[in-house]
């Protein structure tokens, strides 16, 4: 079982920054793509920005230039750094992983996805 765990969420001012953090834990053998999405209320889940195991990464128009997804392959753990937030960037923001599980040193359940539970990031004008 994999388990993803967000911090670093909460309330800031417009043209503020926030940095958040999701920590990979469980029985894993591989990480290949870490991302984030957010989900703002009554709007669909969406892709802010993803990385490869590679260290590739691909982000959302809006997000452009503002924020900055980055990895710690050795602690499993995938970094947003978001800087000049406004109000429009107001949503749970949920961290997720293609990930293979190991059991006993081997791989198993490839390329699985997992989720966390979400952190509320709200930006004030």
């Known amino acids: 079982q994999v388990q993803l765990v967000e911090s670093g969420g909460g309330l800031v001012q417009a043209g503020g920054s926030l940095r958040l953090s999701c920590a990979a834990s469980g029985s894993i053998f591989s990480i290949n793509a870490m991302g984030w999405y957010r989900q703002a209320p009554g709007k669909q889940r969406e892709l802010v920005a993803a990385i490869t195991s590679g260290g590739s990464t691909n982000y959302a128009d809006s997000v452009k230039g503002r924020f900055t997804i980055s990895r710690d392959n050795a602690k499993n753990t995938v970094y947003l750094q978001m800087n000049s937030l406004n109000p429009e960037d107001t949503a749970v923001y949920y961290c997720?992983?293609?990930?293979?599980?190991?059991?006993?040193?081997?791989?198993?359940?490839?390329?699985?996805?997992?989720w966390g539970k979400g952190t509320l990031v709200t930006v004030s004008s």
């Open positions: 997720q992983t293609i990930t293979t599980a190991q059991a006993m040193g081997s791989p198993i359940d490839y390329g699985m996805d997992y």
